[in-house]
């Protein structure tokens, strides 16, 4: 481990050592045990908000419906998200173990970027979803078929898979000229690409493959949201505009969450601002964490048909057990 802690000479390239280092959380290294438990209560309460929507999509039939299953694909992502990232955040946590074998750190970060990048384009779905419904209300159940939801799928499969499949191999095999010590509590393709040699070809389609996704996708949910607020200017009635935006609000709040933290990241890092790493750090795991805590309980309160379909199939529970 000592040899990754040497400064190597930027004009010389190695290849990739078999352990990286990972950065704790700044100023908990020394007693690291004490937030262990918030983190297990964020993975415990993510799995069961995201286990819940996927229990009462999959059991009513009434939600077997285009913007129920793109919720469907929403949960499955922030599951397989925090699951990814969970091994390296508890091993620093429980046991202060920082260095991670090169194999692990490749097949997390390519999780974590599958998981992220899915989560990304079903928001960017249910966008199209939503602009659909309220712009073209008459055309919506033609336009949006079972079809067309199954080839929007595969899309993202596609997407997610086939377009991040490479990236392992492409990290495995570039040359290396810095220590190979991460900034992060787990493995992100931009915090390795960086300790590659100058120049090295494959980082431009690496850099490609991840920014396509996390700054087109913004942009092209601003664009449905600007075509949805041209269409609610338009309507007469206050009480039908209130009804449509309440419609985009979990939606809304979902994208907010997942992409500011995001956007202010990269600000953060683009303009070289002061910031401090504990709060930078926080700000990471905010972006990571927190939508999987949150996603489940704003679709859970703001989506009439799923509240209503897990309260009665509790109720019907709570009857069960009263007999």
């Excluded at 009434?62 to 922030?78: A, E, K, N, Y």
């Excluded at 942009?219 to 449905?224: E, G, Q, V």
């Excluded at 953060?268 to 996603?295: D, E, G």
């Amino acid at each position: 481990m000592s040899t990754l802690l040497t400064q190597s000479d930027p004009n010389s390239s190695t290849t990739m050592a078999p352990t990286f280092l990972l950065a704790g959380m700044p100023g908990l290294s020394a007693a690291p045990s004490w937030w262990t438990i918030p983190l297990i209560a964020v993975y415990l309460l993510s799995a069961l908000g995201n286990g819940t929507i996927l229990w009462i999509i999959a059991l009513e039939p009434t939600l077997h419906r285009p913007m129920h299953f793109f919720l469907f694909l929403l949960s499955i992502s922030d599951v397989g998200l925090t699951t990814a990232l969970m091994p390296t955040l508890l091993g620093l946590a429980l046991a202060n173990v920082h260095a991670i074998p090169a194999s692990a750190c490749l097949l997390q970060m390519f999780f974590v970027h599958v998981f992220s990048v899915m989560e990304s384009s079903v928001l960017l779905a249910m966008a199209f979803d939503r602009a659909l419904a309220i712009c073209r209300p008459l055309r919506y159940p033609a336009i949006l078929t079972n079809g067309v939801v199954s080839r929007i799928s595969l899309a993202i499969a596609f997407r997610c898979l086939g377009v991040h499949l490479p990236l392992p191999f492409l990290l495995a095999h570039m040359p290396y000229c810095h220590p190979q010590i991460l900034t992060h509590s787990y493995c992100l393709h931009p915090d390795m690409a960086r300790l590659a040699c100058p120049g090295a070809w494959s980082t431009f389609y690496s850099l490609i493959v991840v920014l396509s996704a996390m700054a087109l996708d913004p942009l092209l949910i601003f664009f449905s949201y600007s075509l949805i607020g041209r269409v609610l200017r338009s309507v007469a009635s206050s009480e039908d505009r209130w009804k449509a935006a309440q419609t985009c609000a979990a939606h809304l709040s979902a994208v907010f969450f997942f992409y500011v933290p995001m956007i202010l990241l990269a600000l953060v890092n683009w303009l070289k601002l002061p910031l401090p790493q504990p709060a930078h750090t926080l700000l990471s795991y905010v972006h990571f964490l927190l939508p999987s805590l949150i996603n489940p309980i704003l679709y859970s309160v703001k989506v009439k048909e799923i509240r209503e379909k897990i309260l009665k199939r509790l109720q019907r529970r709570r009857v069960r057990c009263a007999q």
